[in-house]
Antibody
């Protein structure tokens, strides 16, 4: 069965960087795009960007350009989200999600809470 | 870039029908598919409608989606409301550069 298993919660200090992992299984890794979506406490969903595991090409939301990095590791079928220069506004649950078809996120990870606090 | 605007909250009684709107600020609503996600507290979103009006397997036919080019908006309609439908609902679409957008979300209360 399709699974997206995310890394554990993290606490980071302002100015630091964080790396969140999303281990995929149960399907052909290179056949599906992976998105990252975040949700601040009590807020809505915010799209961060997308990575194509086949080749590693990315497309980032303009808001995060310059401080976000999405990578993939094909042997372990894992995708990673990196976010630098963290502020308290980056405190959120970060989700990875698989795209099916033209624009449908059919499987989601459980989310990783990143807390930015001094 | 464009925005998707949803009402902040809606409420209705069990057994009734509710419609949640999603208005696209620029670009035509008919050009790119609209999806709808349901999110309960503490859980990731799940799809209730994709490609404007398609239901994933397991989603009851009480859920339906449509688009209206005249108002440049999409709608999610839930009929025969049940208390279990109480959740946050988000619309989502994209543009030709593969830039994705979520609506701000609508809190549905079934009272």
């Amino acid at each position: 069965q399709v699974q997206l298993v995310q890394s554990a919660a993290e606490v980071q200090k302002p100015g630091a960087s964080v790396r969140v992992s999303c281990k995929t299984s149960g399907y052909t890794f290179s056949g599906y795009l992976i998105h990252w979506v975040r949700q601040a406490p009590g807020q809505g969903l915010e799209w961060m960007g997308i990575i194509n595991p086949s080749g590693g090409s990315t497309n980032y939301a303009q808001k995060f350009q310059g401080r976000v990095t999405m990578t993939r590791d094909t042997p372990t079928t894992t995708v990673h989200l990196g976010l630098s220069s963290l502020t308290s506004d980056d405190t959120a649950v970060y989700y990875c999600a698989r795209q099916s078809g033209p624009a449908h996120l059919d499987y989601w990870g459980r989310g990783t809470l990143v807390t930015v606090s001094s | 870039n464009f925005m998707l605007t949803q009402p902040h909250s809606v409420s209705e009684s069990p057994g009734k029908t509710v419609t949640i709107s999603c208005t696209r600020s620029s670009g035509s609503i008919v050009t790119n598919y609209v999806q709808w996600y349901q999110q309960r507290p503490g859980s990731p979103p799940t799809t209730v409608i994709y490609k404007n009006s398609q239901r994933p397997s397991g989603v009851p036919d009480r859920f339906s989606g449509s688009i209206d080019s005249s108002s440049n908006s999409a709608s999610l309609t839930i009929s025969g409301l049940k208390t279990e439908d109480e959740a946050d609902y988000y619309c989502q679409s994209y543009d030709t550069t593969n830039y994705w957008v979520f609506g701000g979300g609508t809190k549905l209360t079934v009272l």
